[in-house]
Structures are given as C-alpha cells and as structure tokens.
C-alpha cells in the first residue's frame, strides 16, 4: 500500500458524458501527478500540481482538466468523454517539487466509455 | 517515434535465471532516469532512480545501468522469483516532463 488513495476503482460511463476522478496524496506529500495509460499507448504523464498550483503539464487534452484543493486532494475532470478515453487514471504524489524525488502511485481508476 | 525505446516487448525467463532488459533514450538533456515495476493493474513501483551523471544504482536484485554516452540504460535481474513477473517500464524524465518507454513484459516460470 503506497499511502495514495483513489476513487472510485472502476467507473463506467457513456461517450459524451463528464467524470471527475479523485486523488488523496500521501500524508505530508504536496505533488501530486496525474497519468493516463491505455493498452495501445502506454504510461503517458498528463499534468503534475504541486501546493495548489498547476506545476507542469504533459499530454493532456483540452477536455481534460484538474486541480488540487487546500487539503492537497487533487481531482482530475473529463468531459465530452469519448471511446478512446477509457484507459486506467494512476495519481502519484512526492513530498517535493524536484524531479528526483520518488513518487508513490495509487491504485488507479479504471474507466470504461461506452 | 517514441524517444524512449525498450527491449524486448516480453521475456520468458526460468526461475533462478537472470536476465537483462534494454532501454534506449534519445531525449537529452535530461534530468534522471527511473525503472518501475508495475504488477497487471496496479500502479508502478519505483525500483530505482539515477541522475544524468551516475553509471549504477542497485535495490536488492535489481541493478540499473546507465551510459550516457551512448543514451542506454539496462535493468539486470538477478536471481529471478515468480514475483518479479511483472511489466518494467523505462521513464527518462527532462525538467518537468516525462518520457515513457512501453515497457517489457517479463513472465517467470517455476
């Protein structure tokens, strides 16, 4: 158990449809990261906040948005959802902003778009 | 094409066998170079983790490589156990972006 929290563990919903994904970091983390992974693409790094603030971004569509709240929860929201959407959502988080720290991956949530 | 290449796309190795898994970067400048594990559907586990400038890292019977001359890097399992069947996946990290190798699959058979 890497301390990393998220829910739900499966969601299942249909093209078009809006989601929101949550992610509770470690106890004392302030990064938390955001990563999508499909059979056909692999792990792809989406966007990583750190304190509140948005830190860095990766491959993250324009219907795809997030946000990390005071209490360093993070939510990850995708709307206008489409079949290529459906992938396994990991959140990782570190204590610090330097790339060299480790980051401690959740359990993932698996979401399917009918 | 992928800047971060890893071969071979699966393994099949016997208990007690070692083996060696490839990973071939061609992002540069970067920042450090992690290995993971990760279990079918479950979130990665970092195994090790090096900066531009060091050659090894060991954790256990996991032992990273690095030449950045040649921009490779190798995962050397030694002694294997069932447990360590598992996807391992390459991640070259620049300031604050990530490059994800596919990964390989290695199966261990008692």
């Known amino acids: 158990d890497s301390g990393v929290t998220q829910t739900p563990k499966h969601l299942i919903t249909a093209t078009g449809q809006r989601v929101t994904l949550r992610c509770s970091p470690r106890?004392?983390?302030?990064?938390v990261y955001w990563y999508q992974q499909s059979l056909d693409q692999g792990l792809q790094f989406l966007i990583q906040?750190?304190?509140?603030?948005?830190?860095a971004k990766g491959n993250i569509l324009e219907r795809f948005s997030a946000q990390q709240f005071p209490d360093l929860h993070s939510e990850l929201n995708l709307s206008s959802l489409e079949l290529g959407d459906s992938a396994l959502y990991f959140c990782?988080?570190?204590?610090?902003?330097?790339?060299?720290?480790?980051?401690?991956f959740g359990p993932g949530t698996r979401l399917t778009v009918l | 094409k992928n800047q971060v290449e890893q071969s071979p796309q699966s393994l099949i190795i016997l208990e007690g066998k070692n083996c060696t898994l490839q990973?071939?970067?061609?992002?540069?400048?970067?920042?450090?170079l992690r290995w993971y594990k990760q279990d079918t559907g479950r979130g990665p586990v970092s195994l090790t983790i090096?900066?531009?400038?060091?050659n090894t890292k060991s954790n256990g019977r996991y032992t990273a490589t690095l030449d950045a001359d040649t921009k490779q890097s190798s995962l050397h399992i030694t002694a294997s156990q069932l447990s360590d069947s598992a996807s391992y996946i390459c991640?070259?990290?620049?300031?604050?972006?990530?490059?994800f190798g596919a990964g390989t699959r290695l199966t261990v058979k008692p």
């Open positions: 991640v070259v990290r620049l300031n604050y972006d990530m490059r």
């Open positions: 990782a988080s570190s204590n610090r902003d330097s790339g060299y720290n480790e980051q401690f």
């Open positions: 906040y750190y304190n509140g603030e948005e830190r």
């Open positions: 990973c071939n970067y061609t992002v540069s400048p970067f920042s450090n």
């Open positions: 106890s004392g983390d302030l990064s």
């Open positions: 090096m900066t531009f400038s060091e």
